[in-house]
């Protein structure tokens, strides 16, 4: 289960305790039911929509990944990367480590 998702429910935990121990939500109150179910609620839709992008950022992740495992290739012939030379030397070992370097002297 995702980290945030925890936080969430820990925090959804937290806003039921505290509305049931407010002194306008007595407990078992119509009142106090609908404000926990419509806080819950929202709460999990924000779970819902974050737990939707992360699944997003993750796919468009492997995407990069391939890509420059494909890139990094010695085999394959047809990709080129320019950088610095200093920093392809500095990472011969490593294609990604290279264009890090080479991005940290941009700053």
Do not use: F
Request: glycine letters at 2%.
């Amino acid at each position: 289960m995702s980290k945030m998702i925890l936080v969430h429910k820990e925090a959804i935990r937290e806003l039921l305790q505290r509305l049931s121990k407010s002194k306008v939500h007595k407990e078992g109150s119509t009142y106090a039911t609908l404000t926990k179910d419509y806080y819950a609620a929202v709460l999990m839709g924000r779970i819902k929509d974050e737990n939707a992008a992360l699944k997003a950022e993750v796919e468009r992740l492997k995407k990069d990944e391939t890509m420059l495992d494909w890139l990094s290739d010695p085999k394959q012939s047809i990709g080129n990367v320019q950088l610095p030379t200093r920093c392809v030397q500095n990472n011969l070992h490593s294609l990604r480590d290279a264009i890090a370097e080479a991005m940290k002297e941009t700053k």
